[in-house]
């Protein structure tokens, strides 16, 4: 069945329940720090803390992932946001590590219950007339929600009272009042049958997505890889290696990828999705190496230099990814598909932020990330080379996808 379009103000209200949901994930980064120094635990510990989000986050997106296909998307939003706002108030009062493991699973789980259901009713409000305008959001909110997380929190721990409360406090207040918003939003697409059976863990991508997602997977590994770098370790390797102990500075690391990266996606929202994406393989390949640079100069402005020519590459290489791959979902597969595409995009984000964790201390920190930095730059080739490949041949799917994008010239123009 057709969506049929939604108001504006349902669109929007969506779209800030998004950002509000992915910067509860980005805000406990600034707050490692802490916890490593009031209860000692080191790189392994945190890293570990950090993954297990991401872990039980794909248990969620391979199970549950497409249930608001078959349910509808307001009863699976407004069930995951609760199971959210509880994470948040365990979060506010852990006092060693197991229970911020399962305050982070919890979080973890009913994220991934949301985030596809989400970006399929962006999809929906907006109507197969403003297609591309939903592409964007669901393509730029995550870096905007992963900027103002980290950002906020650190200056929350910096400057605010109860470093391990408040943040917490403040984002379940805010996720109460995005529940609200859900409620007031109505369903536009009919749910179809088969709930039960959408439970059996499986990645479900559609035959007309595939070719899309198979040419983006790179840009989804490279990207949400360089983001568990940055959130995983990022405030470990500043205060660490650069020796700023200010808790605004681990917040900046996040912030400046995050923010770059929504900021690309807007200037690059006219582009053709391989144009976007092989902008982002460039700055994957660049922005890693230079981040290296910095740490092994001790350089912070070289550091944050690095940081932001990352943030190109986060940003251009998963919303111009992302596009491609959404441009070919038909209506009633959409939270199939961005499921598909955030099970890879959090095993990138988690796994190899896992391994470094347990690294460090064997290794040291500048010595890790200059391996992590190595598996983001082979991401980058990888991607220029199959954009490049698909961009040579005729029908491919960034040439279909490009169809969605306004303004965007056929192959034929370019050559």
């Known amino acids: 069945m057709s969506p049929r379009p939604g108001t504006r103000t349902g669109f929007t ?3 800030l329940t998004l950002g509000v949901l992915v910067a509860a994930s980005s805000a406990p980064s600034p707050i490692f720090p802490v916890y490593e120094e009031l209860w000692g635990a080191g790189p392994a510990a945190v890293t570990v803390v950090f993954a297990v989000y991401a872990a039980v986050l794909l248990v969620a997106l391979l199970t549950v992932g497409s249930l608001s296909d078959h ?7 407004l069930a995951a946001l609760v199971g959210v706002i509880a994470s948040m108030l365990v979060f506010s009062q852990a006092g060693d590590v197991t229970t911020l493991v399962l305050g982070r699973a919890l979080q973890g789980f009913s994220t991934g219950t949301a985030i596809g259901a989400l970006g399929a009713w962006l999809l929906d409000l907006a109507g197969p007339t403003r297609a591309p305008l939903a592409q964007l959001v669901n393509g730029a909110t995550p870096p905007v929600g992963l900027m103002a997380g980290g950002l906020g929190s650190g200056l929350l721990v910096q400057f605010g009272p109860a470093p391990t409360e408040l943040t917490y406090l403040v984002l379940a207040v805010l ?9 007031c939003t109505p ?4 749910p179809v049958p088969g709930a039960l059976r959408s439970l059996k863990p499986v990645v479900r991508l559609p035959a007309a997505s595939r070719r899309a997602f198979t040419t983006a997977l790179p840009g989804f590994l490279g990207s949400w890889g360089l983001g568990g770098l940055c959130m995983g370790l990022g405030p470990s390797v500043v205060a660490g290696v650069l020796g700023l102990t200010n808790h605004v500075a681990g917040g900046l690391v996040v912030a400046s990828v995050a923010g770059v990266g929504a900021l690309t996606g807007l200037l690059t929202r006219h582009h053709a999705p391989d144009r976007v994406v092989a902008l982002g393989m460039g700055g994957l390949v660049v922005g890693p190496l230079v981040m290296t640079l910095g740490l092994n100069l001790t350089s912070v402005a070289v550091f944050f230099a690095g940081a932001l020519l990352s ?20 209506a009633h597969e959409r939270a199939g598909v961005l499921s598909a595409v955030y099970v890879v995009s959090y095993l990138a984000f988690g796994l190899p932020a896992v391994v470094a964790g347990f690294l460090a201390p064997h290794l040291g920190l500048r010595a890790v990330v ?8 082979l991401a980058g080739v990888a991607g ?14 960034p040439t279909q ?15």
Request: charged share 20%; hydrophobic share 55%; no cysteine.
């Open 370 to 377: 200059d391996g992590y930095a190595a598996l983001v730059v």
């Open 71 to 77: 349910l509808g998307r307001r009863r699976v939003v």
């Open 175 to 183: 996720l109460a009042g995005a529940f609200v918003a859900v409620w």
């Open 13 to 15: 209200l969506i779209t």
């Open 187 to 190: 369903d536009v697409v009919a």
């Open 401 to 415: 996808a490009r169809r969605a994008v306004p303004g965007a010239r056929p192959a034929q123009d370019r050559a």
């Open 311 to 330: 943030g190109v590459g986060f940003g251009a290489g998963f919303q111009g990814a992302l596009r491609a791959v959404l441009g070919t979902a038909p």
């Open 384 to 397: 220029l080379v199959l954009v490049t490949r698909a961009r040579r041949s005729t029908g491919t799917v």
